[in-house]
């Protein structure tokens, strides 16, 4: 067994995000594991850019109110204990509802050599992220 030592909080950087986000390395696989979880802390009405990941992603929320859209789809809003995964390949966004934080942890791999692990697009115009959204509470 290994104590692991996490390593500092990091800012998430503007040219993948739109307002403040924070994020906790949890795990970073190595070889020959590939899997990767991080506890990202978005501030009210912070979300990612587009995105997609090689092998899919899963996310379940922690706290506050998560909007999660993919590219041509619904706005969903996921509450806590709700998890929602994203397929290989599939460009989506997340983020925290205009009023509240949310904290998700997010769960993917890193596919290997040759194929992206995340490739990221252009950033969630206020149009779309204010879009009408479904809730998962009905």
């Known amino acids: 067994m290994e104590l692991l030592k996490p ?11 739109a307002g403040d986000v924070w994020f906790d390395v949890i795990y970073r696989g190595e070889e ?8 990202v802390k978005f501030a009210p009405g912070a979300r990612t850019a587009w995105h ?17 859209q993919s590219r ?7 509450h806590p204990g709700d998890v929602i995964h994203t397929p290989p390949g599939e460009e989506h966004w997340h983020g925290a509802a ?6 998700h ?8 050599p040759g194929v992206a692990e995340n490739t990221w697009l252009e950033h969630v115009s206020d149009a779309a992220y204010n879009g009408p959204r479904s809730s998962t509470r009905r």
């Open 7 to 17: 390593p500092p909080t990091g800012k998430g950087p503007a040219a993948m995000f």
């Open 32 to 39: 020959p594991s590939r899997a990767r979880a991080n506890m």
């Open 52 to 68: 997609s990941h090689g092998l899919g992603q899963t996310l379940h929320i922690v706290e506050g109110v998560a909007l999660i």
């Open 72 to 78: 041509g789809g619904e706005i969903i809003e996921a």
């Open 98 to 103: 205009p009023d509240q934080f949310m904290i």
């Open 105 to 112: 942890l997010a769960l993917w791999e890193n596919p290997g």
